[in-house]
């Protein structure tokens, strides 16, 4: 069975143990839960594809706690990495890098990269640390389930599958890390995150964007395979209404009703001060605080899932900048093409 742990001395030096014997420990980051292994131990990391439920082609995310701990990882580093170190690292951006022969296949499906990050939470750093080895970590959830913010979400997806769980209580970010490209001719952001294009922008000014219908529809799959958009899905199909907040909370009640009318049990994703109500609600943030729909907008889709809803219509909040992106870019992922534009 999967025991539960704090995250005091003593919790970090049994986890700390278990990843070094080649055990499965979720542990909290800044962005997300992520599932702990051993990079370097291949029979370790086949166990996690095994427990997720995850595909053997979606490459994992390498955590180290220094730039030094991932130099032996790497066949080669780029100019740009000292610098994006510097500014981003430890944080929510993932580098993907040319590997060296250390990092096993499994790791990396094959590819010759490797994705490489030093998150900031101080739990996770303290586990690399005292385990002294590389952590390869997806996201401690079941495949195609909404990331874990939280050990409860790990716990309801992986009990009994994974050997132990660090709980560091909710994390802050919410969404998963910006993956950053660092393979091609223009830096590509694979993955919208908290460090945004912006925020790149400054460091690396080429820095691009990469093509989302392309991603999205499977024609790019060696880019990046868990960008496919089946991921982050809740189990109720879920509809997402975009475009200016008053007209879409207007649509999105219209349809509401019409779903109720039909026998539908209807759940709603709305924003804290959406004239909505009637329906089984879950309120996600506000307009003027996408930081903090961003951190709860996983746990949101879990509860919502669990109420039992046979369709769930949810808003969309304003994509032009900062982490809005990320937050759209989740929402249409749990969507998978079911976009409504309401235009005015
Ligand atoms: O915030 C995060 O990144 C969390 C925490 C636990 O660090 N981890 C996470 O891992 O979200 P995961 O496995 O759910 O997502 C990793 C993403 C996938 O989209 C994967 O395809 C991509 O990174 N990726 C990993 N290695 C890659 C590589 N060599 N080239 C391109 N994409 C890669
Ligand atoms: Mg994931």
Redesign the pocket.
């Given at each position: 069975m999967t025991d539960v742990v704090q995250p005091d001395a003593a919790g970090i030096q049994r986890a700390a143990g278990v990843l070094r014997a080649g055990g499965l420990v979720a542990f909290p980051?800044e962005?997300?839960?992520?599932l702990g292994v051993h990079a370097l131990d291949r029979e370790a990391v086949r166990r996690l594809f095994l427990a997720k439920g995850r595909p053997a082609n979606?490459?994992?995310?390498v955590?180290v706690a220094t730039l030094d701990g991932a130099a032996s990882l790497l066949a080669s580093r780029p100019g740009s990495v000292a610098a994006l170190a510097g500014r981003f690292w430890p944080g929510?951006l993932?580098l993907?890098l040319p590997k060296s022969r250390l990092v096993p296949d499994e790791v990396?499906a094959g590819?010759a990269?490797?994705?490489i990050?030093i998150?900031a939470h101080p739990v996770a750093l303290a586990l690399i640390e005292a385990a002294g080895i590389p952590i390869a970590?997806?996201?401690?959830n079941l495949f195609s389930r909404p990331?874990p913010t939280r050990a409860a979400h790990v716990l309801a997806d992986l009990d009994g599958r994974i050997d132990l769980v660090v709980d560091g209580g909710d994390t802050s970010v919410g969404v998963?890390?910006t993956?950053l490209?660092l393979t091609r001719d223009i830096p590509t952001v694979?993955?919208p995150?908290a460090v945004t294009l912006e925020m790149l922008g400054a460091v690396l000014p080429h820095v691009r964007m990469r093509d989302a219908s392309h991603t999205a529809s499977g024609a790019e799959p060696m880019?990046?395979?868990?960008?496919l958009s089946r991921h982050y899905s809740p189990r109720a199909p879920l509809t997402l209404y975009e475009g200016h907040a008053a007209a879409v909370v207007a649509r999105l009640a219209a349809d509401a009703r019409d779903a109720a009318h039909q026998g539908q049990r209807v759940g709603i994703l709305a924003a804290d001060d959406d004239p909505v109500d009637g329906f089984t609600i879950v309120r996600v943030g506000s307009d003027g605080d996408l930081p903090g729909v961003a951190a709860r907008l996983y746990a949101a889709l879990r509860e919502i899932d669990a109420a039992g809803t046979d369709v769930i219509l949810a808003r969309g909040y304003p994509a032009d900048t900062g982490i809005g992106i990320a937050i759209q870019d989740r929402l249409r992922r749990a969507a998978a093409g079911r976009i409504v534009h309401v235009d005015s």
């Open positions: 980051t962005t997300v839960y992520g979606d490459p994992l995310i955590h929510p993932t993907v990396t590819l990269s490797v994705a990050r998150p970590a997806p996201s401690a990331s998963e890390s993956v490209d694979l993955r995150g880019a990046s395979p868990g960008l």
